[in-house]
């Protein structure tokens, strides 16, 4: 059973930065078969992809919302994803989630493990 915790979440300020971390463990393969991807649940609404990274970590994907402002990346060797978020803006309030798929598309993730705790970022004005 992979057991996924989040961390790195905060109160900030619009405008300020923020670096999230995921920690996968209890995945049985190796970490570096899977894409990884941060997901995040604003209240009252879906959650949605923010960003993926495949395999070697040499392509990303970002929606519209994020792209240019956040920066996904991992650490294989700690199984482990980062997402650098700068230039943060009140609208990306929401609780923040990792997860993974088997799939090499980045823009379509379907997540293969049980969601995490999260992590929360309120971005205020």
């Known amino acids: 059973q992979v057991q996924l915790v989040e961390s790195g979440g905060g109160l900030v300020q619009a405008g300020g930065s923020l670096r999230l971390s995921c920690v996968a463990s209890?995945?049985?393969?190796?970490?570096?078969?899977?894409?990884v991807a941060w997901f995040r649940q604003a209240p009252g609404k879906e959650r949605e992809l923010v960003a993926s990274i495949g395999w070697t970590g040499g392509h990303t994907y970002y929606t519209n919302p994020v792209e240019g402002r956040f920066t996904i990346s991992r650490e294989n060797a700690r199984n482990t994803v980062y997402l650098e978020m700068y230039r943060l803006k009140p609208e990306d309030t929401a609780v923040y989630y990792c997860?993974?798929?088997?799939?090499?598309?980045?823009?379509?993730?379907?997540?293969?493990?049980?969601w995490g705790q999260g992590t929360q970022v309120t971005v205020i004005v």
């Open positions: 209890g995945y049985g393969r190796t970490f570096s078969s899977v894409t």
């Open positions: 997860n993974a798929d088997r799939t090499e598309s980045l823009a379509t993730i379907n997540p293969i493990w049980a």
